[in-house]
């Protein structure tokens, strides 16, 4: 089973925030949840990721519950630019890596 | 951006012609990484190095072979290239791994095999 759920899709009016939920629930301790995005025919882009405590840096800002069951991460102003696949990612492989899964389409309206 | 470049970015070739595709960096990291992308199946990985003359197997390696013989190139070769691999390939590095680690990835290479 996947280690984190996330909205399929969702829609963001430009000018606006962006806040796209990811549960993972069964996290580890010691596990940090990091956010990717891929805009078409991209490679993926590293976004933010934090361990327990909110984090912020200029793409966007992580909020973690304090069970870390679940997070969000804000886009504080989207842009059409912003339109793109977003991935929350905890789990790793048996070889200690990063599995992407299927992500959040986000589609910035005018 | 980080410093990666991969190189052919398009490539259409035929069943059973060998195929190699061409990661470069400039970051001077450790760890460098191919991954597949197809409709589905979302992102897997192939092979990945940990240093020069230095890599190991990821979760769909079969039909790849990889070789790193300096610290900024990461050659991934299909050796008989099948319509299977026809895929979206892109390279990733990274400074470290483990729990705190960050991926930066290439532009990707398309490749089709007809």
């Known amino acids: 089973d996947a280690k984190t759920t996330q909205p399929t899709s969702m829609d963001c009016a430009e000018g606006r925030a962006a806040n796209l939920p990811c549960n993972h629930s069964?996290?580890?301790?010691?596990?940090?949840v990091y956010w990717y995005r891929q805009i078409h025919s991209q490679g993926p882009q590293y976004i933010i990721h934090?361990?327990?405590n909110n984090e912020t840096n200029e793409m966007a800002s992580l909020i973690i519950t304090e069970d870390r069951k679940s997070s969000t991460l804000i886009l504080p102003h989207a842009t059409l630019r912003d339109t793109a696949v977003y991935y929350c990612?905890?789990?790793?492989?048996?070889?200690?890596?990063?599995?992407f899964g299927g992500g959040t389409r986000l589609m910035v309206k005018p | 951006d980080a410093g990666i470049t991969q190189s052919p970015r398009h490539k259409v070739t035929e069943t059973g012609t060998p195929v190699t595709l061409r990661c470069h960096q400039t970051?001077?990291?450790?760890?460098m990484y191919w991954y597949r992308q197809d409709p589905g199946h979302g992102l897997r990985l192939i092979h990945y190095?940990?240093?020069?003359?230095?890599?190991d197997k990821g979760e769909v390696s079969d039909g790849y072979s990889v070789s790193r013989s300096k610290t900024e190139d990461f050659l991934l070769t299909l050796e008989s290239a099948t319509s299977s691999q026809t895929s979206v390939y892109f390279c990733?590095?990274?400074?470290?791994?483990?729990?705190?680690?960050?991926?930066?990835f290439g532009s990707g290479t398309q490749l089709s095999v007809l």
């Open positions: 990733a590095i990274s400074e470290s791994r483990g729990l705190n680690e960050k991926l930066f």
């Open positions: 190095s940990y240093g020069v003359k230095d890599t």
């Open positions: 934090g361990l327990k």
């Open positions: 069964t996290i580890s301790g010691n596990e940090y």
């Open positions: 990612i905890t789990e790793r492989n048996a070889g200690n890596m990063l599995t």
């Open positions: 970051e001077n990291h450790r760890y």
